[in-house]
C-alpha cells in the first residue's frame, strides 16, 4: 500500500495546471479577489510618480538647514503653500520654503522636507529648529518601482495587497485563470438528501454539503450531481457525465471491499487508468485516484464514504490537487507547523493517523487540542469548530501530553 507522501506525490504529477488562454477570463479588480493573476502585469507608471514629501512640514534647501538648531534657527520665507493634489508653481531660492503636506509634490529647488514639528512659524516666516539630513523625508520619483518592469507575475493569488497594487498600476479588469470545475456525487442506497425524510436505515448524505463547501472556498466551482444509487448502470451513467464536464470529480463512498463498492470496478470498465487504490491513512484508506483515456482526463478521486475520511482526504490530497490545477505558481502543498501537543494522542501506529483538534494560542505559542468524543472516521459531530488536524508519522503510537506534534491548520484556498 502506498504512503501518504508516496500518493501525493502520485496525485500532484498527475495535475496539469491551467494554463493555457482558452483557461482565462477577464474580470473586474473589484471582484478579483482571491482569483488567480493569468498574465504578468506591467506598469506605465513610476511609484511614486512624482518627489513628494512623507510629512507634513517645509520644503527647504538642505544648504540652508544642514546648521539649524533651536538656538540659532534658519529664518526662511515662505513663498507657497503645496497641499496634496496641487502642482507647485515656484522654484525655492535661497533663503526660500515651501508650505507643504505629505504626499504633495516637491517644489523645485526644494531637497529636503523639516517636520512641522521642528519648526515655528510667524506668518510668512519659519524658523528651523533643528538640523536635518540630506533630502530627509521626501519619496523620490520611481524610488518604490520603475515604469516598464514587471509588477506582478503570473499564477499568484490576488488579495488585498495585489489588488491595491493594481488598482494603483490604473488596472480596472484583468485576466485571471478560470475556476477549475469540480464534480461531485455521492454513491450509496442508504443515502437521502438534506430535506427527505429519513426512513430506517437511512442517513444524509453529508458528504455532498461538505465537499461542496470546500471545493467552493478552495476557490473552484462545484458542479453538484447529486445522489447515485449502488447500482453499476446508474453510476457508470454518472460517472462518464462527470468526466465530461469536470476537471476533477469527486465520488464518496463505494471505493471500500464491500459487495456494493462499484466505483473501481466502473473505472476498470470505462478503461479508466487506477493510479491509486489505498493510501496508508487513518482515516481515509480506501482512496482511489483515476485517470481516464481521454485528451482532458479529470482527475477522478474516488473518496472514502465516511464522513471523517472525506475531510481528511480532502485536506491533505484534493485541495493541494485543485491548487495546483487552479494555476497558482506556488504554495500548493500542505504547509505543517510544529507545535505542543495538549492532549496525548495515539495511532496503531500501522497508518498515518490523522487527529482532528483545535489551536490554541498559549501566551503567545500554539497549542494542539485534540476534540472530545469519538475519533471514529463515522463521527463528524466532534470535527465542528475544529481547525487543525495533528499528525502521527506511521510508526508513532504515542504523542504524550507537552510533546511536539506536527498539524495541518485547515486554511483554505
Ligand atoms: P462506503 O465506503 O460506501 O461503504 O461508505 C462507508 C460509510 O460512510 C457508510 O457507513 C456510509 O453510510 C457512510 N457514507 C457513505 N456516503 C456518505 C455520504 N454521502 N454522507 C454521509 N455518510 C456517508
Ligand atoms: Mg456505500
Redesign the pocket.
Known amino acids: 500500500m502506498l504512503s501518504v507522501s508516496d500518493a501525493e506525490a502520485i496525485i500532484l504529477n498527475l495535475v496539469q495546471p491551467l494554463a493555457d488562454q482558452r483557461d482565462t477570463e477577464v474580470v473586474d479588480l473589484l471582484t478579483a479577489d482571491s482569483r488567480i493573476l493569468a498574465v504578468p502585469v506591467t506598469s506605465p507608471l513610476d511609484f511614486p510618480h512624482w518627489d513628494n514629501s512623507a510629512m507634513d512640514g517645509y520644503a527647504v534647501r538642505y544648504e540652508d538647514v544642514q546648521h539649524s538648531s533651536a538656538e540659532q534657527p534658519a529664518i526662511l520665507e515662505i513663498v507657497e503653500e503645496i497641499p496634496a493634489g496641487y502642482q507647485p508653481k515656484s522654484t525655492i531660492q535661497p533663503g526660500q520654503a515651501a508650505r507643504i503636506f505629505t504626499g504633495a509634490v516637491m517644489p523645485a529647488g526644494a531637497d529636503t522636507i523639516v517636520m512641522q514639528e521642528k519648526t515655528r512659524r510667524e506668518e510668512n516666516r519659519v524658523f528651523i529648529l533643528a538640523a536635518s539630513k540630506p533630502q530627509e523625508f521626501v519619496r523620490h520619483k520611481a524610488s518604490f518601482y520603475q515604469a516598464g518592469r514587471q509588477l506582478l507575475p503570473a499564477g499568484i493569488k490576488l488579495n488585498a495587497p495585489e489588488i491595491a497594487v493594481l488598482a494603483a498600476a490604473q488596472c480596472p479588469q484583468l485576466s485571471v485563470y478560470r475556476r477549475p470545475r469540480v464534480a461531485i456525487f455521492?454513491?450509496?442506497d442508504?443515502?437521502v438528501s438534506v430535506d427527505q425524510p429519513l426512513q430506517p436505515g437511512q442517513?444524509?448524505?453529508?458528504?455532498?454539503y461538505a465537499i461542496a463547501a470546500l471545493v467552493r472556498q478552495s476557490g473552484a466551482e462545484p458542479l453538484i450531481l447529486g445522489?447515485v444509487k449502488d447500482d453499476p448502470v446508474a453510476l457508470e451513467k454518472v460517472i462518464a457525465h462527470a468526466v465530461a464536464i469536470a476537471d476533477i470529480v469527486l465520488s464518496?463512498?463505494?471505493?471500500?471491499v464491500?459487495d456494493?463498492?462499484y466505483v473501481d470496478k466502473i473505472l476498470d470498465s470505462l478503461r479508466a487508468k487506477i493510479h491509486i487504490r489505498a493510501v496508508q491513512i487513518k482515516p481515509g484508506k480506501?482512496l482511489t485516484v483515476a485517470t481516464f483515456p481521454t485528451p482532458h482526463s479529470p482527475l477522478y478521486f474516488g473518496l472514502?464514504?465516511?464522513?471523517g475520511a472525506v475531510l481528511v482526504t480532502f485536506w491533505r490530497f484534493v485541495l493541494p490537487a485543485i491548487k495546483k490545477l487552479s494555476g497558482i505558481t506556488e504554495s500548493w502543498e500542505p504547509v505543517f507547523l510544529k507545535v505542543r501537543s495538549h492532549d496525548e494522542l495515539r495511532s496503531d501506529g500501522k497508518n498515518e493517523t490523522y487527529l482532528w483538534g483545535k489551536l490554541h494560542l498559549i501566551d503567545g505559542v500554539y497549542e494542539f487540542h485534540k476534540a472530545g468524543g469519538s475519533h471514529s472516521s463515522?463521527n463528524l459531530i466532534n470535527l465542528a469548530q475544529t481547525n487543525a488536524l495533528a499528525v502521527l508519522p506511521m510508526g508513532k503510537t504515542l504523542i504524550s501530553p507537552q510533546e511536539e506534534v506536527q498539524v495541518l491548520p485547515l486554511v483554505n484556498g
Do not use: A, F, H, W
Request: hydrophobic content about 20%; glycine content about 24%.
Open positions: 455521492s454513491t450509496g442508504e443515502l442517513i444524509v448524505d453529508s458528504n455532498q445522489i464518496s463512498g463505494g471505493v471500500s464491500g456494493y463498492d480506501p472514502p464514504g465516511n464522513p463515522g
